[in-house]
């Protein structure tokens, strides 16, 4: 069976591996802090205590397997008149966003993305439910977007 | 306004002091402090009002609207009569006892992006906001009066020389162009510039009062007042009463609201596009040029089906947010005919020939019957058991159709043109039966055009071939400027 998600003119263009490295660190800090919490409780109160510190282990754990393939699963490709995005391992989702349509293109990069050299690049439609962003390009890459991206909505700028 | 802020600050000010010290005050020797402590709350807050008032401009621009507002922080803004997405003038209670109305101009800028222009006398309303609609539609217009763009005082006062020369008038016909405008052809006058509007449809207050009977609100809240009566009967605690009294507190709150909001319900159609009038408490006459009806939607809950009622539904750019539920209704109850008359108005052409037999076969139509629409294959019925015959979706000429819901029957109807973006998603279990859930992502609004669980197929076909449609239709789409395709 095709899949619906594997147009057959399309070639993906993938982020960035170091996308792994950004998801990761966040995730380990917000299950790493509970997890010593719980050992350190567990050593020195109760060993019921052991049940908070696995919690977020499983969870960490369950995540460090997980983030790899959920970035090489995103994708996204610039076709003439409209760029598409895809994600997700479990849950699969695909967005067409036309060039006409764009009404602002946003391109943010937090600390820890500047210091891995990676931008994040959103794009916005009159609609709230057009969920178009792209985490994980190099700065370049999201500036060459960006410009592309605005310059192409330009050329086909349409009304709501 | 200053009337308004008065009572308002009244009340305030009776609210906020606590009652016992307020009787000891009043029975108290400096009695007399409370009336200066009033007084001097009420003249602070009326000269503010005047102040806000004075301060409050706007200025009519060949292509934009200028508001000036603001004491302190100060606001200046600019809307495109170009963008302009509805006209819509609004009279809350008080300010129907002064005759006053406010003039709100949504373009599609996200929450809080309109233009409200608030107050103003009745007819002035009335004549802005036929100057407006005709500026937007691409209507030469000129001021006899003051030059174009003079600033107008907000208010009852500034804009009280009435039908005289500060009044907008089309210019004659245009010697060059534009010619056999049907705007032009009515005599010129303090009117003029109002386009003719007929009346296609107004809701009965019987069947509007059935309709909200019969609603889904009021099943939950009848269901909950049994639960609550029966967990009472079964406890012996009438304390169960008290502690549910907030949800159905909530629900009458809605459910009032939406009987006083849709109350003397009106549709018409204009040349300015479609004109919606109702509201019990608080009137609301919107206007709603053509093309800038971003999706409908037709739904029949589940009590409304033995009287075929449908309830029609539209996005608009800038209706979105917490207005939406007043705003955007475009027929709070009608039978099947009316539901059709009204989505003509707004869509007057699918694009096909038997626009109707398709209708139907969205509105109560499945997978057993003969129709165009091309549905869910059977294997998704573990995923959808009461539904999954009714979900598929069509396409036509014009627009895509999606339908789906059997208790509460749904059918979206979305123009090309409109479309802004398309999403496709699918889970483990759709994976596994080789299906995938399509949406059509339109302005924030009521309508969310969506439809589940497709053969994977199908899913990947309508997503190429629509991407395709709704490009070469926004090429053919009409001009923002609704006017000006006849002139041209």
Redesign the interface.
């Known amino acids: ?5 594997e ?1 057959h003119d399309v070639t993906w263009s993938r982020v960035s591996p170091r996308l792994v490295t950004a998801m990761l660190v966040p995730a380990t800090i917000s299950l790493g802090i509970p997890m010593v919490v719980g050992v350190v409780l567990a050593v020195t109160i109760s060993p019921w205590f052991w049940l908070l510190a696995g919690v977020p282990a499983v969870f960490l754990l369950w995540s460090i397997l997980l983030i790899p393939r959920q970035v090489r699963a995103i994708g996204y490709a610039e076709r003439d ?2 760029l598409l995005i895809r994600k ?1 391992v ?9 060039y ?2 764009m009404q602002y293109v946003d391109v943010e990069a937090g600390p820890l993305d500047r210091k891995l050299g990676l931008a994040k690049v959103q794009l916005h ?8 962003q792209i985490p994980g390009l190099p700065p370049d890459e999201a500036a060459r977007l960006r410009d592309r991206l605005a310059s192409r909505g330009e050329a086909r700028l ?3 | 306004m200053v009337g308004a802020a008065l009572v308002i600050l009244g009340q305030q000010s009776l609210d906020d002091g606590p009652r016992g010290g307020l009787i000891t005050l009043v029975s108290g020797e400096y009695w007399w402090t409370l009336l200066v402590a009033l007084a001097a709350v009420a003249l602070v807050g009326w000269s503010y009002s005047v102040l806000a008032w004075r301060m409050t401009t706007y200025a009519i621009g060949e292509e934009t609207v200028h508001l000036r507002r603001g004491i302190l922080f100060r606001q200046q803004r600019h809307a495109r009569l170009d963008r302009l997405q509805s006209v819509d003038i609004r009279q809350p209670l008080v300010a129907r006892f002064f005759g006053l109305c406010e003039l709100t101009l949504e373009t599609a800028g996200g929450t809080d992006s309109g233009v409200a222009i608030g107050f103003l006398k009745g007819s002035d309303a009335d004549e802005l906001r036929a100057e407006l609609l005709a500026r937007a539609a691409g209507l030469k217009v000129a001021r006899t009066g003051p030059a174009a763009g003079a600033p107008t005082q907000a208010s009852p006062g500034a804009v009280a020389a009435p039908a005289g020369p500060g009044h907008a008038v089309p210019v004659g016909p245009a010697p060059e162009g534009q010619p056999g405008q049907p705007l032009e052809a009515v005599a010129p006058g303090p009117t003029s510039l109002e386009a003719p509007q007929v009346p296609v449809l107004s809701v009965p207050l019987g069947r509007l009062i059935a309709s909200v009977v019969r609603s889904g609100a009021m099943i939950t809240l009848v269901a909950w007042a049994l639960v609550v009566v029966v967990v009472m009967i079964a406890t012996g605690e009438f304390a169960v009463i008290s502690a549910s009294l907030p949800a159905v507190l909530g629900a009458g709150g809605y459910l009032f609201g939406r009987l006083t909001g849709e109350f003397d319900f009106r549709v018409a159609i204009s040349p300015d596009g479609v004109r919606l009038r109702h509201g019990m408490l608080e009137t609301r006459s919107q206007t709603i040029p053509p093309g800038r009806v971003q999706a409908v939607r037709l739904v029949q809950s589940v009590l409304w089906r033995g009287r075929d009622w449908w309830r029609v539904q539209v996005n608009v750019a800038g209706y979105g947010g917490e207005s939406e539920e007043k705003n955007s209704v475009l027929l709070p109850v009608g039978t099947r005919e009316e539901a059709l008359t009204v989505l003509s108005l707004v869509l007057p052409d699918l694009g096909v020939d038997e626009p109707r037999r398709i209708l139907d076969a969205g509105l109560d139509g499945d997978s057993r019957t003969e129709s165009v629409y091309v549905t869910a294959p059977r294997r998704t019925r573990i995923l959808d058991p009461v539904a999954w015959r009714r979900n598929g979706f069509t396409v036509t000429g014009r627009a895509l159709l999606l339908r789906r819901g059997r208790m509460v029957k749904i059918l979206d109807v979305v123009p090309h043109e409109r479309t802004q973006s398309l999403g496709l998603s699918q889970g483990p279990w759709q994976r596994r039966l080789g299906v995938a859930s399509f949406q059509v992502h339109s302005t924030e609004g009521p309508v969310h055009p969506e439809a589940p669980h497709l053969d994977a197929g199908d899913a990947a076909r309508l997503m190429a071939e629509q991407a395709t449609r709704a490009r070469s239709a926004r090429a053919a789409a009409g001009p923002e400027r609704w006017m000006e395709r006849q002139g041209e």
Do not use: I, K
């Open positions: 069976m095709t899949s619906p998600f147009p008149d409209d997700g479990m849950f699969r989702s695909m967005v067409v966003v036309p006409g349509r439609t009159a609609s709230v439910g057009t969920d178009a349409a009304g709501l």
